[in-house]
């Protein structure tokens, strides 16, 4: 087998390499224990140069479309078919890309952490195979061009992820987050194949891009986008459908949450792919955008108030999840009520997407840092109240400065990465609308306070003599976070270059619904 | 009227389960209004894909002149209740804990997560 062959195939075996690896892992963890955590971390290193290998090719070629079981050399459309593309396709786009790159860094950097911060409990075979599975359907809902397709990665996303939330459980507590999240995620997901199968009535076809270029606005598309908005604003966690991100969130370990952040945000991946590439152009009025920022400006406010009381640290993490939920959707937002206006959208919309789409994957990144460093702090103390830390600073060096790096790009301090684009996001809507984009600088300084709080309470003070025997974490673990760090930092420094080479052919592919359209009808193998 | 019955039901169904999620505070009965919620939209995929007088889609059998009815929609039907019975399992074992823990399926007497 040549290099030629796996090449063609990498949108095969971005699926096919995490599934093979995640039911394997109770094999060898059955047979050969000793060498089971290598496996696993093995499988998701794979799985992840896959996914970064492929994002390359697209940023290189351009759209990726694949079509699964056709001969190479056969279009999308088989001769016989009557110009409906019948077969099951990936379509790749600028904006999957940008997806598949973050999930593929936070999905390892994650794993070198789980297999040390779980080493101490039971049934971990399974436990790393979920997470394959998880990182499967993470992979598969950013890069389907099926509607139906969408629909199942996304129902393995959520029973993975509810099954991994409760499986170390911690009580009865994390049974009942778990089940709060899937009971939410499923009343979602059956909202979205209604809405599927309203689309389906109407133009006899699954394929994305085949309903894109029939739409039109009647009401029944009005009524499928309603439930397509509010089935994935579950999935992402926005306000007003948050209520099982919080719950589940703190309860869940801490590394699992840290790629959940990343499962949710591919929830935000279809939201912008069926609002732009599905229906796009049949907007005429702002009305859309001005929902979908509403939804954003009430995430991020209401996260963050929710926030400042809390006392769980990890609750406290997960409502400022919600919040930052909200400026990828004010972001997003902006560009969709412009979208019709090419002068008000080369003007400001483009930038808005822009910012939008950056803070999703600077988000995966210090979210994730964040979670994995107060993981750290857990794992050694045991303890989850803030009151009752205090002084770990002088034990827990590394974790400390990782933790500092994550809660100031957080908050949207120079030079870190929250900061370019949360930048790009005040610019963009201060244009649009000053008052939107004074909410934003408010909710940032809010964040601000909350996070150098939690930095006080839990670092800084005189060491505590219960805390004495706390040592620092093990290197595994710190490699996991300093993986992070390292793209928070350097994303931070030279944003310019991320938003050009990243970012744009992401914004690019979502403004261009017509190249979307184009480039699955007319491609093929 | 008569051809629009199936909708109808699908609606009605779809009110049900609403009703049963938000309204009861047994977990097992708010397990059972959400597959009352998937039965309804299984049913409106199989609806989509009726066709008056149409037979089984199997190309290789079927005779002349003879409409079938859609095999698309029936195989995502199949689908989902496949996977509809993988969430109930799931969270019917979380209740499963839940109780062993805690006593009781109700979401009420629960120890609230926020407090």
Known sequence: MNADVLLANLPALLIAIPLFGAFLTPVIGRFLPSIRDAWVILASFVSSVVAILLAAQVYAKGTIVYVFGAAPGVGTIPADSGGIPIRILFAIDGFGALMLISAAIVSFAVILYLTLSQSKRSYRSEFYALYLLLTAGIFGMVSTGDMFNFFVFLEINSLAASALIAYHRNGGLAAEGALKYLIVNTVGALMILFAIGLLYAQYNSLNMAVIASQISLTSLNILALVLFIAGLATKAGAVPFHFATPDAYSVAPSGITALMIVASQAGLYGMFRILFSVYGHVFTSETIGWVIIILGVLSMFIGVTMAIPQKDIKRLLSYHAVSQTGYMLLGVGVALAVLGDIALTDAFGRMAMEGGLFHIINHAMYKGLLFLAVGAVIYRTGVWNLNEMGGLGHKMKWTMIFFLIGALAIAGIPPFNGFASKLMIYESTFAFNPALAVIAMVVSILTLASFMKVFHSVFMGPQLPEYEKVREVPKRMLAGMAILAFFVVAFGLVPDLVVNTLVAPAADALLNQGQYIASVLGGGL | ?115
Do not use: C, H, W
């Open chain 2, 1 to 115: 009227m008569i051809a629009n019955l199936p909708f109808i039901a699908v609606a009605v169904l779809i009110g049900i389960g609403f009703a049963m999620v938000l309204l009861k505070r047994n977990m097992i009965k708010m397990i059972m209004g959400l597959g009352i919620l998937e039965a309804a939209v299984n049913l409106f995929l199989v609806s989509l894909g009726y066709r008056e007088g149409g037979i089984a889609p199997i190309f290789t059998s079927a005779p002349e002149g003879v409409e079938m009815v859609m095999p698309t929609v029936q195989a995502l039907t199949l689908t989902n209740i496949v996977i509809g019975v993988a969430t109930t399992a799931l969270m019917l074992s979380f209740v499963m804990l839940i109780y062993k823990k805690y006593g009781t399926v109700n979401a009420d007497e629960m120890r609230r997560l926020k407090e």
